[in-house]
């Protein structure tokens, strides 16, 4: 019987069990990844049981993300505790301010992240380094501090859905419409426990960087991981972050064993808009119902899923010329320290300033309610990010739609959800 | 164990709604157990008691790793979370901390809010008292009760530090 992607990186790790679907096992893990927020709790719960230092330094990248520059005296003292601890067991990998960047787009574009590697982060969208070709999953504080002081951890080696993406990707659509299409048919809990494992001719025609605001959005259907398979497109974009030598490339056998299998045709998707409450929700943007098609209050450009690069060019093409609606504000987040520099050289802070944006230094922010563009009861947010259940980026009441970055620029331009494909 | 149901009988409910991220700027169980539940039921916290128990629909618990949301209801007093099903972050998080849970599926249809449930964990039951009725679930694997046993994942690992794996 074959074998999974999954199993096979789950197998190359695993220091007792058997790495079978359903099997539970203890396997090593390559990288740790540690932010602000649940590391703190992680660091105290190891001294709190007398375990002190850590499996290997240079195993671990920290980066504070989700409240920096701190946003009161609270977070301020969870960003000291990390770097006390980071100091105190000479943890190598730390990206202070100024060269920090929201995790999950930081360490890939880092170079940290290679193929057949085992990585697990304290953040639910860890399992966004999948797009390279490993596997890796979020885990809450008591894990992070198990697998920081052992460099293992258990895994219950999960079922694989076989996700086929095929078609050319029509213009003004992109990898997130792709994305919320796959979750609007899952369901938000239709991979629970299990793992998607990307195939088909489609992902060869999308960047690292697109390919990531897939395998992103993987928990957003209640998926333990996400993996795709490396190829040249990998190749590409490693080359220059990190040594050919270092990585292993895996792949599925040809008769591996999937719990399901689903295709997605993109020839024909439209942009999509995942209405509020939850990331399932996509529809297109023609059918959407006059309730929806209200002023809009916020448009948020950033986070892990989609404030790269490639967004922000996106969204400059968009807005270059253009003016923001009346009424509406518009944040735009650069996910990386390098990000901000990149856009900043290529002259994407002008086209902002002009339109009426304004431009912020990389963090979660206001993804997730911290700060940097919180939302008031009543108002009406078109987000980039990866959730919008009620409460998340603000007031209970506040409503959350997702979107592309395309389609988050041609609302802030038009003041109401808009379809990109009339202003590319 | 015994305790008095408080029944969320919603599907995905999800960590953000079970403590907002806004608090997450602290990590201690009595500041955080202030917030549980709030944008759900801002009363809840008035009305929980130590000791008592939720009841839920499908994937409780979807969304962030953020475990503050176990420390969020533990603070509040409750002692235990029954639902249909469970999202995996949370459902690793409640086992890491020695934090009781029962998968049931359809156990959110047949329960009402103030019932009192006794559970007993070896066998894998619970009893409604309130109505009469049993309800069962399959125990933990073996691993996993071993980590209940000790209390929690990381006072396993004490345990075994003597076999902990340093860097060469
Ligand atoms: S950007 Fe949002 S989703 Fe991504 S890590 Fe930060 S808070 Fe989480």
């Known amino acids: ?424 | 164990m015994q305790g008095r149901v408080h029944l969320f009988k919603r599907d995905h409910i999800n960590t953000d709604e079970i403590i907002s991220a806004r608090y997450l700027n602290v990590h201690d169980e009595a500041t955080l157990a202030e917030h549980a539940m709030e944008v759900i039921d801002p009363e809840f916290v008035k009305r929980v008691q130590a000791g008592d128990m939720l009841v839920a629909g499908e994937n409780f618990g979807c969304g962030s790793s953020r475990e503050h949301a176990i420390w969020a209801l533990r603070g509040a007093g409750v002692q235990a979370v029954l639902a249909d099903s469970f999202a995996r972050i949370f459902y690793r998080n409640a086992v890491n901390n020695a934090f009781q849970i029962m998968e049931i599926p359809g156990i959110s249809a047949q329960v009402q809010d103030g019932d009192e449930l006794e559970i007993d964990i070896e066998k894998g039951l619970v009893t409604n008292r309130s109505q009469n009725k049993t309800y069962s679930f399959p125990p933990h694997s073996p691993f996993l009760q071993g980590i209940y046993a000790a209390g929690g994942l990381l006072k396993n690992i004490a345990a075994n530090a003597g076999r902990r794996k340093v860097k060469k």
């Open chain 1, 1 to 424: 019987m074959g074998l999974t992607h999954t199993e096979k990186l789950l197998a190359a790790h695993t220091v007792s069990g058997e790495a079978l679907a359903g099997n539970l096992i203890q396997a090593r893990v390559d990288l740790v990844m540690c932010h602000e927020v649940t590391t703190p709790p992680a660091i105290q719960m190891l001294a709190d049981h007398g375990l002190h230092g850590v499996f290997d330094p240079d195993r671990i990248v920290v980066t504070p993300d989700h409240f920096v520059p701190s946003k009161d005296i609270e977070s301020a003292e969870l960003a000291r505790d990390l770097r006390k601890w980071v100091q105190e067991n000479g943890i190598k990998h730390y990206y202070e301010l100024g060269r920090h960047g929201i995790c999950h787009a930081l360490l890939p574009e880092q170079g940290h992240i290679i193929p057949g590697q085992t990585v697990v982060g304290g953040d639910s969208h860890s399992c966004t380094y999948g797009a390279f070709g490993v596997f890796s999953t979020g885990v809450g504080s008591t894990d992070l501090a198990a697998v920081l002081y052992t460099g293992e951890l258990w895994f219950k080696v999960p079922e694989s859905i076989k996700v086929t993406i095929v078609g050319q990707l029509p213009d003004g659509v992109y990898s997130k419409d792709i994305v919320l299409e796959l979750i609007s048919r899952l369901g938000v809990d239709g991979a629970r426990y299990q793992a998607l494992e990307y195939h088909g001719e489609t992902l060869g025609q999308l960047s690292m960087e697109a390919r990531m605001t897939i395998t992103n959005m993987a928990i957003e259907a209640g998926a333990k991981s996400a993996v795709m398979t490396v190829d040249q497109v990998t190749h590409d974009y490693l080359k220059g972050r990190a040594k050919e030598n270092d990585w292993v490339e895996y792949s599925a056998d040809d008769d591996a064993q999937y719990v399901r299998e689903i295709t997605v045709d993109v020839s024909h998707l439209a942009p999509l808009v995942a209405t509020p409450g939850q990331p399932s929700n996509g529809q297109t943007i023609a059918s959407l119902k006059s309730d929806d098609l209200v002023p809009v209050d916020q448009v948020y450009i950033g986070s892990c899923t989609n404030g790269r690069i490639e967004d922000l060019r996106v969204v400059a093409s968009i807005m270059k010329g253009r003016r923001i609606a009346t009424g509406l504000r518009a944040i735009i987040v650069p996910a990386t320290s390098t990000v901000w520099k990149q856009a900043h050289d290529e002259g994407l802070f002008n086209i902002f300033y002009e339109a009426g944006c304004v431009v912020s230094t990389a963090t979660c922010g206001a993804c997730l309610g911290g700060y940097m563009g919180v939302l008031a009861s009543g108002e009406v947010c078109v987000s980039t990010t990866n959730r919008n259940f009620s409460g998340r980026m603000g007031h209970k009441d506040a409503l959350v739609f997702l979107v592309s970055p395309a389609t988050a620029a041609a609302t802030a331009v038009s003041g109401k959800i808009a379809d990109p494909r009339d202003y590319l």
